[in-house]
């Protein structure tokens, strides 16, 4: 199914963000979990991916004090534990889903960093 949806959306220039809403991974927590456990490990490495493309590209042009603030905000709040799983983190989205009604009106990378962040907040959010 995810390869016919994304062939589909290939040719017609559907952006990223449209490939899944809330409503969409909502009904797929309770049919297809593997594909919710998809969609958030895909959403976990490509934020590794932008911290590590940010940390390493602006490393030359901003002071340790800027950067570490960039960074910080790019986590968006979300400080996962290492024993953390896939699954656990897929959990989580699928729990905010279903507690919060109204995040069907969030982009669905804006849900799983609520989610994410609302389960593994980093110690330090307070200063965010």
């Not at 952006?15 to 991974?25: K, Y």
């Not at 490393?59 to 979300?78: F, G, Q």
């Not at 969030?106 to 980093?122: E, H, I, M, N, V």
């Amino acid at each position: 199914m995810l390869l016919v949806l994304l062939l589909s959306a290939s040719g017609s220039g559907a952006r990223a963000e449209d490939f899944f809403g809330t409503g969409q991974l909502q009904e797929a927590c309770g049919s297809q979990p593997a594909l919710v456990s998809g969609y958030v490990a895909g959403w976990l490495e490509k934020q590794a991916f932008d911290r590590f493309v940010m940390m390493n590209t602006m490393r030359n042009h901003m002071d340790d004090k800027r950067l570490r603030a960039a960074e910080k905000k790019m986590r968006s709040n979300v400080c996962i534990r290492e024993s953390a799983t896939i699954t656990q983190a897929a959990e989580a989205l699928c729990s905010y889903l279903k507690s919060n009604p109204d995040s069907r009106r969030q982009s669905a990378g804006d849900a799983l960093a609520a989610a994410l962040s609302t389960t593994w907040p980093c110690p330090d959010a307070k200063d965010n």
